[in-house]
């Protein structure tokens, strides 16, 4: 059975680490946002029911709420008869980290969880190329990544590694890859055509 790489203890040091002392979503500032978020749901819905399906765009059905910091944002997104809407925000003292919340046309309330730092994304890919073998040799210690974006569902970035004095490389790119939000599954990315292709293991470390 394929392996997959998963977030679990990582998510759950992730809530330690954020000093969660309330529900993620359920600060003062994430009330507040969901509250507006609540008024774009019911706007969608009422366009819907118009015109038989979701906006291309929240522009045409919503605004930007009055008030909402340069830190947080509202993404949007349709997806045939169903759609997406994500709440990215920065929660109240005495939380800490980021929040998000996300809504699909047939939930009834948001589900918010604490957003891992670029560095606990990139602790996932560097584990993945230790226990997949995306090298030809073991780097321990050398890998890094190179984060490239992001979108709904996605975390994208390269894997990299950085050569000795005496390694004559022409590119430390190992590949790129992306990482589910959901679950932190991690899956090569074809970039010729932007297929997600799930991770196998490779043959062994060479040796030294």
Known sequence: MERALRLGALLGSIAIAGCSWSTPGEDR???????KG????AALHEFERAHGKYPKSLDE??????????TDSITYQRDGADYVLELEFAPSWPQSGRVGCRRSADSTAWACSVLPTEEQVCEII?????EYRLSRGNLTGRYYCDPTGEDLD???LGLRYYPTPDELVGSNLLGWYAIDKSDGT???EDISDFTLIPLTPRPPFESE
């Open 29 to 35: 500032h994430g009330r507040w946002l969901s509250a």
């Open 38 to 41: 609540d008024e774009m749901v």
């Open 61 to 70: 059905v919503a605004r930007v709420p009055d008030g909402l910091p340069a």
């Open 126 to 130: 560097e584990r993945a190329a230790v």
């Open 154 to 156: 996605y975390y994208y």
């Open 186 to 188: 991690v899956f090569e």
